[in-house]
Structure formats: C-alpha cells, structure tokens
C-alpha cells in the first residue's frame, strides 16, 4: 500500500499518454490506496501529474469533479492536437514550398532526334529580364461594330 501511495504522489502524465490513459491510471491508483477517497483528493493527483501542455488549461477551466476534469481535459487535448495537426502540415507545406524554390532556374538542354527527320528542338536558359507584360495599358476598340437590337 505504501508503494501505492508513493506512485500516486509522484506518477505524471507521459508524453504518449493520453488523458484518458492518465486518468485511469490515477483512479486505479486512487481506489488501492484508499476506496473511500473523497472525490477532491482524486482531483488533486490528476491536477499534479498532469503533462504541463494541457495543465494551464485545465486549471483554467476549474473544474470540480473528477468527471468534469475528464471532459475538459480530453476537449483540451483534442484542441491541441488539431493545432498541432494544423502546425505539421503548415510546416509540411513550408518544407515543400521551400524545396521547390530552391530548384535553380535553368531548363535543361535537350535535343529530341527521330529516324524521321524531324527537326531538332532545344529548350535556352529564359533570360533574367524582369517581366514585362504585352498588353498595353489603354484599351484599344478595333473593327467593333455596334449592334442594336430591335425588340420582338
């Protein structure tokens, strides 16, 4: 029984771990050390060893019971897990984003020869001039004919 208490006292919540995992680990643990434990006991052991990411939130939220800290605390990690979700494939995105930037900007030199005798086609390197685009910025009105419609 001593064992059990000190495993209550110092048992937190591992990374990997689930708050459902946690949670039963500590009711398990509170119902060997003591069947009768007042509710706000439990309470504490799951407050204490519970991971620092979800704690603060938790805390937050007051919660009363033991059933309560359960709701709140598997919204909360399912919250963060959605961020965190969000955050790997915002990073993904990044990761190839960046990889295609970095490609270098040449196109390759390639030569396509047939037994017909089609003509060679060769791809250059595209210039560095800066863009510029071909279209004027006046609309011009060429050979338009204005139609007009009688009503039927």
């Given at each position: 029984?001593?064992e059990?208490?000190?495993?209550?006292?110092w048992?937190?919540?591992?990374?990997?771990q689930?708050?459902?995992?946690?949670y039963?680990t500590i009711?398990?643990l509170?119902?060997?050390?003591?069947?009768?434990?007042p509710?706000?006991?439990k309470?504490?052991?799951?407050m204490t060893?519970?991971?620092d990411?979800?704690?603060?939130?938790?805390a937050?939220?007051d919660?009363?019971?033991?059933?309560?800290?359960?709701?709140?605390a598997?919204?909360?990690?399912d919250?963060?897990?959605?961020t965190t979700?969000?955050?790997?494939?915002?990073?993904?995105?990044l990761t190839?984003?960046?990889?295609?930037q970095?490609?270098?900007l040449?196109?390759?030199?390639?030569?396509?020869?047939s037994?017909?005798?089609?003509?060679?086609h060769?791809f250059?390197?595209?210039?560095?001039?800066?863009?510029?685009?071909?279209y004027?910025?006046?609309?011009?009105i060429?050979n338009?004919q204005?139609r007009?419609?009688?009503?039927?």
């Open positions: 029984e001593h059990n208490i000190l495993q209550l006292k048992y937190k919540q591992t990374i990997n689930s708050i459902t995992q946690y039963g009711m398990e509170c119902k060997k050390v003591d069947a009768a434990m509710d706000s006991l309470l504490q052991y799951l060893g519970i991971k990411s979800l704690k603060l939130h938790v937050l939220q919660p009363k019971t033991t059933d309560v800290f359960l709701l709140i598997r919204k909360v990690e919250t963060l897990s959605l979700s969000t955050n790997e494939i915002h990073q993904a995105h190839i984003n960046a990889v295609a970095s490609k270098p040449t196109r390759p030199f390639i030569q396509q020869q037994f017909r005798n089609f003509p060679q060769t250059q390197q595209p210039s560095r001039q800066p863009f510029r685009p071909n004027s910025h006046t609309p011009r060429e338009q204005t007009h419609y009688a009503p039927s």
